[in-house]
Nanobody, 124 residues
């Protein structure tokens, strides 16, 4: 059974930082690329960024320069490091796994396994 679980969401003031974790089990973590998406209330899910199996990263323009991604294959964990948070970053954040051969990591359709999300609230 594959499990994907996000954690680390919290209420934080604008300008603050958070680190989200995505812990997985039941799959070969290093063989997958990992994406982060978010969905704010009343809005569609949007791509935040992804880190490929070979550590190449891609960021949405809205978070570039503020968010970074990393992964620890020994811990089966992917991380989303968020700095300079803004109120518009408020959303539920989701981690998802895509096969290493997936090319379009900006599309949610490329992902096989999803976590249930963790809530991030940024107050102004």
């Amino acid at each position: 059974q594959v499990l994907v679980e996000e954690s680390g969401g919290a209420l934080v003031q604008a300008g603050g930082s958070l680190r989200l974790s995505c812990v997985t089990s039941g799959l070969t973590f290093s063989s997958y690329s990992w994406g982060w998406f978010r969905q704010a209330p009343g809005k569609e899910r949007e791509f935040v960024g992804a880190i490929r199996w070979n550590d190449n990263v891609d960021y949405a323009d809205s978070v570039k320069g503020r968010f970074t991604f990393s992964r620890d294959n020994s811990k089966n964990t992917a991380y989303l490091h968020m700095n300079s948070l803004k109120p518009e970053d408020t959303a539920d954040y989701y981690c998802a796994a895509a096969h290493r051969l997936s090319s379009n990591l900006r599309s949610g359709n490329s992902y096989i396994y999803w976590g249930r999300g963790t809530q991030v609230t940024v107050s102004s």
